[in-house]
């Protein structure tokens, strides 16, 4: 079972994948961010190792020769709820509709996108967090019911609000003895952080009124030490129905608290991984297409201007064939750094599109201004001393239009990219 983690690397995936050229180039990639890796070329190798290894997510193609990929998955479901991503060269309504029916997770097709996949394996994750946390709160709420008797801290409050009993399981947690808990007044052992008007407005409101209260309450123990209880306030009555008096039922939840805390740490962690590009940690595409479909609705509601450039650096492939692909990455991290520099006020958005290509978000940006700032991202990248190596880029730039949506705003820019590489590279165009 996954480990309660936002890291890819405590995952163990198997991968399934009978064509070995597929097989290594995806593995390439995972491994940089998965350490456990379990490797089958057909369904039958892969559903034997699914029964020793139990791994936490499967990964399959569905053209394969002994045992496909649907028929591993049904056995995969079969035993368990193990998520299951498939990847196929077909977009065949038949696999798709058979792979929904077994409850597969996603339906990827060829050639694989590592952003969708890693998107993919995310959601898997956070599927399983979610399956963890829902077992970790059964598995509480059996042990509440259990040890209710005999660990459940109860104290009685008079109405002036001091303790007049405490048990044994209340001084355990608390840290004061009985005889200092006696005579305490309640409010004195609630932590600062505790929202007073909660107890004051609502306890002793509704107690006062012959009702029950139920809440969670942030105390401090005898070293001043914060912990959590849930709270259920009962009043108590004399012979003539007068409240004297309330009981409290306390159960400690401190540890359920910090593990949702930790939780919803680990939550944010795993969206920021799925939505950044890990070479360069800007946006990644996914991430960027958000972004700008909001920015064209606000744009459309408010009539505020913006700009879109796409970068591409050119004559990479022959950088990455001279010097190796080692040396291309450090090149598009030097041109990131580089791009962040020049842009340290904030006055766009950068995420990197695809191979060589950056894409900028220039918010509040008219045409001419865009392409003044698109001329000084140009010189710096130009400017650039990498190692003797010179480094250029071509820019296509454009204007949000109120007519235009996602898929024209970027082709346009797009255009603009491909003409200025084709009139020679290093320069910017603008349509």
Known sequence: MVRLTPFYKKLSILFVEDEKEVQEAALNVLERYIDHILVASDGEEALAIF???????????????????????????????????????????EFVSEAARLGVETYLLKPIDIQLLLASINRCIELLIR?????????????????VDETAMICKIDLDKTITYANEAFCQISGYSKEELTGKIYRHMVSPRQDLSQLDGGLWVN???????????????????????????????????KITE??????????????????????????????????TGVWNRYKFNKILRQEIKCAKNSNHPFSLMLLDVDRFKTINDTHGHQFGDRVLKAITS???????????MIARWGG????????????????????????AIEGMEFENIPITSSFGVTEFSPEDELDTLVRRADLALYTAKESGRNRIISY
Do not use: C
Request: charged letters at 35%; hydrophobic letters at 40%.
């Open 51 to 93: 029964k020793e290894k139990r791994p936490d997510i499967v990964i399959t193609d569905i053209k394969m020769p002994v045992m496909d990929g649907l028929a591993l998955t049904k056995e995969i479901k079969e035993l368990g709820d193990t998520p299951v991503i498939v990847i196929s060269a077909f977009d065949n309504e």
């Open 131 to 147: 399956r963890e946390e829902a077992r970790q709160n059964r598995s509480l709420l059996r042990e509440y019911k259990r040890i």
């Open 207 to 241: 107690v006062l009124r012959g009702k029950s209260w139920k809440g969670m309450i942030e105390l401090l123990n005898k070293k001043g030490e914060p912990y959590f209880i849930q709270a259920s306030m009962f009043p108590l009555f004399d012979a003539d129905g």
């Open 246 to 279: 309330l009981i409290a039922l306390q159960f400690d939840i401190t540890e359920h608290i910090k593990t949702k805390q930790i939780l919803e740490k680990q939550n944010q962690k795993l969206e920021h991984i799925a939505h950044t590009d890990t070479l």
């Open 338 to 348: 580089t791009l962040k520099r020049q842009l340290k006020h904030k006055e766009a």
């Open 356 to 379: 060589e290509e950056f894409i900028i978000l220039a918010q509040g940006y008219r045409l001419a201004q865009a392409l003044e700032l698109a001329e000084r991202l140009r010189a």
